[in-house]
């Protein structure tokens, strides 16, 4: 992966202590993990930060470069009925246009690294997810709101744009016209018509214990299959779909679902 040009302060890199992130693991019924996240940023509702980023940056390379191996990873916040409020506008005021480009270029890489993680990605949304928390989230598969959330995109209303994905990312979710009405508007639009959108795969009154249920659902199946069916789906072509259909056929967890379903048990399926 190519350089990306630094900006000011030094923006770090090779995090292994992080403190705008509470990382846990919630062990799954086939001796796997889920990767919860939770961003913790209470003072400033979770405002994405030089730091934010960088660990943001990190727990996800941690994923892609299989120095951890999660069955899925959520995305949630750790402060109460707020995922994140978008950009630190306090600390960008002190930004030059080229360090503000640098920042969106590094935010853009990790937002499209979590975009292609193999592995299941989902968010959980307690209240708000504004600007980049949305544009975090729509880098997610599936989106969960708690019944009192909004989202939205605000950045017209800065004189500015969404700058970390949300203009390609919302258009392929909710289709043409919905996110253009959402991007120049800049309106919230809450749980209830999010999820008439296709925008939230769930609203529960408990956005993260939901969010685990899905992903816990997901995880019954067998590793190599979820993974593979990810990439089909996302190909979005026959022959792309016929090749992970191809690298499923000679393992070991295809051979134990047929012989689970003839022995009228669960499969133990262990990603071989």
Known sequence: MPALPRIKPVYRTGVRSLSTIIKTEVPTASNGTITVLKFNRPEAKNAISLKLNDELRECVLDVATGRTNPQALILASNVPKIFCAGADLKERRSFTPADTAAFLQQLNSTLDILEDLEIPTLTAIDGLA???????????????????????????????????????????????????????????????????????????????????????????????????????????????????????????????????????????????
């Open 130 to 272: 504004l600007g980049g928390g949305l544009e975090i989230a729509l880098a997610t598969d599936f989106r969960v709101l708690s019944t009192t959330s909004a989202v939205g995109l605000p950045e017209t209303k800065l004189a500015i744009l969404p700058g970390a994905g949300g203009t390609k990312r919302l258009p392929k979710v909710v289709g043409h016209t919905r996110a253009l009405e959402a991007v120049l508007t800049g309106r919230r639009i809450p749980a209830e018509e999010a999820l008439q959108w296709g925008l939230a795969t769930a609203v529960a009154d408990d956005s993260l214990q939901k969010a685990i249920e899905i992903a816990q659902n997901i995880c019954e199946g067998g590793p190599i299959g979820v993974r593979a069916a990810k990439k089909a789906v996302v190909g979005g072509t026959g022959a792309w779909a016929e090749a992970m259909y191809q690298r499923v056929l000679p393992t070991k967890d295809r051979i134990e679902a047929l012989v689970a379903f003839a022995e009228k048990r669960k499969p133990n399926f262990k990603g071989e």
